[in-house]
């Protein structure tokens, strides 16, 4: 059987902002910040990524998650702001991995569409790089609006934007992208 702590956490990160705003009302913002650091590193320590790594980086990722696990000991911050930072980090790491891809000879989404379809027709390898640029593009403007949220919104705003509305936004580019893309395929394939 499978280890199903990746899934769990990952599960548990993506609903975070709606468990603040629940959790706001029992918890103080410390154990929040806690409970989030902790599914951070519970997180990290079940990815694969992080066992091909080595033994020095994992120590030390280990410890400066460790660090930021006990600052709330340590010192009297704005944890709250430091909480709904969290979706503003999420989407800068993945806006990087799609942006920076695009300065490499094959980027992101025609590596996944290449793990996912094998070989691929010439005319989709421009069209992959495009889509590419539009998730770019989306993550970017979706960083911006989780900072504004974090900086400027009302904790209920906050929660229903990073929590839902940001998913809904999501699926629907994807679902946007799978109706153009299949449109594509057909002018590909076609004689």
Same mark, same amino acid.
């Given at each position: 059987?499978?280890?199903?702590?990746?899934?769990?956490?990952?599960?548990?990160?993506?609903?975070?902002?709606?468990?603040?705003?629940? !959790?706001?009302?029992?918890? $103080?913002?410390?154990?929040? #910040?806690?409970?989030?650091?902790?599914?951070?590193?519970?997180?990290?320590?079940?990815?694969?990524?992080?066992?091909?790594?080595?033994?020095? +980086?994992?120590? @030390?990722?280990?410890?400066?998650?460790? *660090?930021?696990?006990?600052?709330?000991? #340590?010192? %009297?911050?704005?944890?709250?702001?430091?909480?709904?930072?969290?979706?503003?980090?999420?989407?800068?790491?993945?806006? @990087?991995?799609?942006?920076?891809?695009?300065? @490499?000879?094959?980027?992101?989404? $025609?590596?996944?569409?290449?793990?996912? %379809?094998?070989?691929?027709?010439? %005319?989709?390898?421009?069209?992959?790089?495009?889509?590419?640029?539009?998730? @770019?593009?989306?993550?970017?403007?979706?960083?911006?609006?989780?900072?504004?949220?974090?900086?400027?919104?009302?904790? #209920?705003?906050? !929660? +229903?934007?990073?929590?839902?509305?940001?998913?809904?936004?999501?699926?629907?580019?994807?679902?946007?992208?799978?109706? *153009?893309?299949?449109?594509?395929?057909?002018? #590909?394939?076609?004689?």
């Amino acid at each position: 059987m499978k280890n199903p702590l990746p899934a769990i956490t990952g599960i548990g990160l993506a609903v975070y902002p709606l468990a603040v705003i629940a !959790g706001i009302r029992f918890w $103080e913002v410390g154990t929040l #910040w806690m409970v989030l650091l902790g599914l951070m590193t519970l997180r990290l320590l079940s990815a694969r990524w992080f066992h091909r790594q080595t033994l020095i +980086l994992q120590g @030390s990722l280990v410890v400066i998650l460790g *660090i930021l696990l006990a600052l709330p000991l #340590w010192l %009297e911050l704005d944890f709250m702001l430091g909480i709904r930072f969290y979706p503003v980090l999420a989407n800068l790491a993945v806006f @990087s991995l799609f942006f920076s891809s695009l300065f @490499s000879e094959r980027p992101l989404v $025609e590596r996944i569409a290449r793990l996912r %379809e094998g070989k691929l027709p010439p %005319e989709a390898i421009p069209y992959t790089r495009q889509v590419t640029r539009v998730w @770019s593009l989306f993550l970017f403007a979706n960083s911006l609006v989780a900072l504004a949220t974090a900086l400027w919104a009302p904790d #209920w705003l906050w !929660g +229903l934007y990073n929590g839902l509305i940001s998913y809904l936004l999501v699926a629907t580019l994807f679902a946007i992208e799978y109706g *153009i893309r299949q449109h594509q395929r057909r002018r #590909w394939s076609a004689p």
